[in-house]
């Protein structure tokens, strides 16, 4: 199975920017599945965030980041990315990559997750 890996989360104040990465351990690649990002505030149940499809071609979001986040992929690199622009404290949450992604649901494969702190 394949195991995802995240990175590049951390303490940013709020109107800062932030860069997920995740990608796949033991050389299994990604460039067949469609991949999202969820996240889980304290208290609060896990939440879709941002997904694309397999070949980039299509991208969706969350109401709460659309025009702030932003989901690529770069096949060569084997990487999903989440950039992160114009945060709010109510971003504050652990940011998880999954897959593979159908209409908002996440799958079975999931990172371990990696913490964004937004400060006012």
């Known amino acids: 199975q394949v195991q995802l890996v995240e990175s590049g989360g951390g303490l940013v104040q709020a109107g800062g920017s932030l860069r997920l990465s995740c990608t796949a351990a033991a050389g299994r690649t990604l460039s067949y599945y469609n991949m999202g990002w969820f996240r889980q505030a304290p208290g609060k149940e896990r939440e879709f965030v941002a997904a694309i499809t397999w070949n980039g071609g299509s991208t969706d979001y969350a109401g709460s980041v659309k025009g702030r986040f932003t989901i690529s992929k770069d096949d060569a690199r084997n990487t999903i990315y989440l950039q992160m622009n114009s945060l709010k404290p109510k971003d504050t949450a652990v940011y998880y990559c999954?897959?593979?992604?159908?209409?908002?649901?996440?799958?079975?494969?999931w990172g371990q997750g990696t913490q964004d702190t937004v400060s006012s």
């Open positions: 999954n897959g593979p992604v159908r209409s908002g649901r996440p799958g079975p494969i």
